[in-house]
């Protein structure tokens, strides 16, 4: 099955966990961009509106949680993925993901797998 190229934004503050999972998505077809704090985020999402965010929780300027709440207000990206993709798996976590708009909630490490089945 051939899946169709999406648009995604990876949001994380380790530039390599970034670059290792921008690579597999870009072999795989699909456009990435990247931002590595949390007002950045929001500023990139606007202008190129993803179909998926991967964003991690423990952000500078602005966490994770407060960027999934911002987004969601934004009419234009209401269909897009959230997915929480983070060290923090604690059920206060989770629980606040879920109210901040994530669709998904992820613990690192992440199998590659599984973000294809994602995309699919």
Do not use: C, W
């Not at 999406?6 to 921008?22: C, G």
């Not at 590595?36 to 929780?57: I, K, S």
């Amino acid at each position: 099955m051939t899946v169709a190229p999406k648009r995604v934004l990876l949001v994380d503050d380790n530039a390599d966990a970034v670059a290792v999972l921008a690579i597999a998505l870009r072999r795989a077809g699909h456009e990435v961009h990247q931002a590595f704090d949390g007002r950045t985020a929001l500023e990139v999402a606007r202008r190129v509106r993803p179909d998926l965010l991967f964003l991690d929780v423990g952000l500078p300027q602005l966490d994770g949680f407060g960027v999934a709440r911002q987004l969601r207000l934004d009419p234009d990206l209401k269909n897009m993925r959230i997915i929480g993709l983070t060290g923090h798996a604690r059920d206060r976590d989770r629980e606040e993901a879920r109210e901040a708009g994530f669709d998904q909630y992820l613990v690192k490490p992440i199998d590659l797998d599984f973000i294809d089945s994602l995309l699919g």
